[in-house]
Nanobody, 126 residues
Framework: QVQLVESGGGLVQTGGSLRLSCSAS????????MGWFRQAPGKEREFVAT???????YVGDSVKGRFTIYRDNAQITVYLQMNNLEPEDTAVYYC????????????????????WGQGTQVIVSS
């Protein structure tokens, strides 16, 4: 069982930056692929970024060039650095995890993940 706790959300102006953190419990964090998804009111959950257990990262087209995902296995934490934020980035951001052993493919769909955090709200004002 893995428990995930997100933090770092808040209110920021257009063009500003935030760094989200996702702290995980458990001793097997190093073998988990980690992902970030977001959901805006009235919209479906959207893939944002993922990082493999081996360290390789991938971000979605809507945030490419602005967001970066990285992990610190020693701190059992994954981060989402968000720069040049836009009002369209307003959403609840969720952290997710799955066991990444046995596959080199990035997990881009929400149903590929087994564990979820409770979410953290990001609001970007115009």
């Amino acid at each position: 069982q893995v428990q995930l706790v997100e933090s770092g959300g808040g209110l920021v102006q257009t063009g500003g930056s935030l760094r989200l953190s996702c702290s995980a419990s458990g001793r097997t964090f190093s073998v988990y692929d980690m992902g970030w998804f977001r959901q805006a009111p009235g919209k479906e959950r959207e893939f944002v970024a993922t990082v493999k257990w081996s360290g390789g990262g991938y971000v979605g087209d809507s945030v490419k060039g602005r967001f970066t995902i990285y992990r610190d296995n020693a701190q059992i934490t994954v981060y989402l650095q968000m720069n040049n934020l836009e009002p369209e980035d307003t959403a609840v951001y969720y952290c997710a995890a799955r066991n990444g052993l046995g596959t080199a493919r990035y997990a881009l769909a929400s149903d590929e993940y087994d564990y979820w955090g409770q979410g953290t709200q990001v609001i970007v004002s115009s």
